[in-house]
């Protein structure tokens, strides 16, 4: 019996943990509940910076993200025009103004462009870290790799106005008497594609919920090995130089762009519902499913269990009334003697009977009487 109430206390306890760890209050009563899919996934406290954020920053109209694809493609088209009509600039602008429509110009617009994009990038990156550690269900801290998104943002961004690649390439080209491109190119495409590949991955595994973003993030990448293979060939000078920095600010904007498509995600996964219903697969769904059978099952046993438990007590205790009742009658009827000194006293009728209380067994053989007198 206390087993079988230990386990359903247990089962229950469960319950409320797996509840509160997918259920969690909306931030503004006004904001609609939402009533499907895999449940609330975001616990933020009253107050705290990420539930502001999510609040007051974060987009929720798809609009936002459109706008900047489209802004990020036209500001790379205009650097180009930029570029490619330089020198009627300097003409007109005249000759300091070269530097700046110059893409391959560590001075240039397009450089400016590039640098402000990378800090967008590592802002964004702290926005998301934010809102991200609230989640209930990170148990392993994945929520951490938006550190490292940061702080990578932050040096490539360094590096698009200094040309710091190209210093660590030449020093460690020196120091190793190794160089087998030119400038010691293979070693800042060693370092640099580790470090971009391992917090690039992590990243598109942990927004690979919303579509968009991911799709941002497939396109910026694709843009940005293009500006890689431009960097290597345009090393001389040539066309090759202006392709790469173009590229290279393309992936910029379209990696900013892909983080403010998940920081939609997060509002709409916070506050109003997921945007993108996340996929379950068919096996969780058959493990659900057998985990609430066996619980149905292990309730059902358990009621009925107590229900038996109940209707033995029952039987029981009326086994010893009804033994009970057999033995008073006789003990209750024998009269007994008494001096008057312990207080006894009866009351007698005209008829000289004693008036007392009928047990209940007097009763019930008196209720049996009359009715043998009524059928005789």
């Known amino acids: 019996m206390s087993g079988a109430r230990q386990g359903r206390r247990r089962r229950i306890l469960q319950e409320e943990v797996l509840s509160a760890s997918r259920e969690m209050a909306s931030h503004s009563p006004a904001e609609e509940q939402r009533t499907g899919g895999e449940g609330r ?8 910076v990420g ?17 900047a694809v489209a802004g990020s493609l036209a500001s790379v088209a205009g650097l180009g025009a930029i570029h490619i009509y330089r020198e009627t600039i300097s003409r007109v602008a005249g000759p300091d103004s070269l530097a700046l429509a110059d893409a391959t110009s560590s001075t240039s617009l397009a450089t400016w462009v590039a640098s402000t994009a990378m800090l967008a990038v590592a802002m964004l990156s702290v926005m998301v870290l934010a809102v ?9 801290g994945r929520h951490r790799l938006w550190r490292g998104a940061a702080v990578l943002a932050v040096l490539l961004s360094v590096d698009a106005v200094t040309g710091l690649h190209t210093v660590v390439a030449q020093k460690l080209a020196t120091v190793t008497g190794m160089q087998l491109l030119a400038g010691g190119a293979e070693w800042w495409l060693l370092l640099g594609g580790l470090a971009m590949g391992w917090v690039g991955i992590r990243v598109l ?34 066309a090759a130089a202006m ?16 983080l403010v498509a ?4 997060l509002r709409h996964d916070i506050t109003a519902g997921v945007a993108s219903k996340p996929q379950k697969s068919r096996v969780a769904e058959v493990k659900i499913a057998k985990e609430t059978t066996t619980s149905a099952a292990w309730e059902e046993t358990d009621s009925q269990s107590e229900q038996s438990s109940d209707n ?8 010893g009334k009804k033994k009970q009742a057999e033995e008073q009658p006789a003990t209750a009827a024998e009269p007994r003697w008494t001096d008057g000194s312990d207080g ?11 008036t007392r209380k009928l047990s209940k067994a007097e009763r019930k053989r008196m209720r049996q009487q009359k009715a043998s007198r009524r059928a005789a």
């Open 205 to 238: 595994l942990d927004t690979k919920e919303s579509k968009l973003a991911m799709s941002l993030l497939v396109i910026g990448a694709i843009v940005g090995g293009i500006s890689v293979l431009g960097s290597v060939a345009g090393l001389g000078g040539s």
């Open 262 to 265: 998940y920081m939609r995600f």
């Open 132 to 140: 991200r550690r609230h989640r209930v269900d990170d148990y392993k």
């Open 243 to 258: 392709i790469a920095k173009l590229s290279q600010v393309g992936c910029y904007l379209l990696t900013a762009t892909s």
């Open 41 to 48: 996934r975001y616990a933020l406290p009253d107050g705290s």
């Open 312 to 319: 033995r007590s029952s039987r029981q205790r009326k086994a």
């Open 344 to 354: 006894y006293s009866e009351s007698y009728d005209d008829e000289g009977q004693p």
């Open 51 to 67: 539930g502001a954020l999510a609040k007051r920053h974060f987009p929720t109209q798809l609009l936002v993200p459109a706008v």
